[in-house]
T-cell receptor, first 111, second 114 residues
């Protein structure tokens, strides 16, 4: 079936560096893509989303890039901080109530 | 606002027991969903609801029932618990207004079936 996956299971970065987390999706019909952050013992927290009619969207310290040609989604975090350490999930769907999640990437920020 | 509230936070069941996981939201969102998260994996959709009285199956619905009698509540019922249902369960509520949409998740219920 259709699925969303991630290239790297663990990413370790130096505090202050930029982080890039990648995600591949397989459903070319998906219209809506989201990045979530999940800290230990907590529910997923919305970071940023993007629609299929866009290729880039920026938030505070975060940027999501969407490449529909190769079905690739990335999350860029600028000036990574210790508080950014968490597991990051990409998700896709046609709506916010019916999402398909990837398996997650753990981001570790070294002091 | 409390957001999305799930109870209980932890639960241990014996195989064959039944129970209901509670989920309530106070944001007046029309949509609600239940997901399960197994270790090292992403969330998988169990059931969802697009409004009071309307529910539908997600990716992994077997062994679970839901109902949506009010906008605020979306309980998930396990009729006969099995060890394979050991997981962390997340409830989400969401809205959609044009291109503006977002899902909010509860803190989760960690269920162990022995």
């Amino acid at each position: 079936g259709e699925s969303v996956g991630l290239h790297l299971p663990t990413l370790s970065v130096q505090e202050g560096d930029n982080s890039i987390i990648n995600c591949a999706y397989s459903n070319s019909a998906s219209d809506y893509f989201i990045w979530y952050k999940q800290e230990s013992g907590k529910g997923p927290q919305f970071i940023i989303d993007i629609r299929s009619n866009m290729d880039k969207r920026q938030g505070q310290r975060v940027t999501v890039l969407l490449n529909k040609t190769v079905k690739h989604l990335s999350l860029q975090i600028a000036a990574t901080q210790p508080g950014d350490s968490a597991v990051y999930f990409c998700a896709e769907g046609g709506s916010s109530y019916k999402l398909i999640f990837g398996s997650g990437t753990r981001l570790l920020v070294r002091p | 606002n409390a957001g999305v509230t799930q109870t209980p936070k932890f639960q241990v069941l014996k195989t064959g027991q039944s129970m209901t996981l509670q989920c309530a939201q106070d944001m007046n969102h029309e949509y609600m969903s239940w997901y399960r998260q197994d270790p090292g994996m992403g969330l998988r959709l169990i059931h969802y609801s697009v409004g009071a009285g309307i529910t539908d199956q997600g990716e992994v619905p077997n062994g679970y029932n839901v109902s949506r009698s009010t906008t605020e509540d979306f309980p998930l019922r396990l009729l006969s618990a099995a060890p394979s249902q050991t997981s962390v369960y997340f409830c989400a509520s969401s809205y959609s207004r044009g291109s503006d949409t977002e899902a909010f998740f509860g803190q989760g219920t960690r269920l162990t079936v022995v």
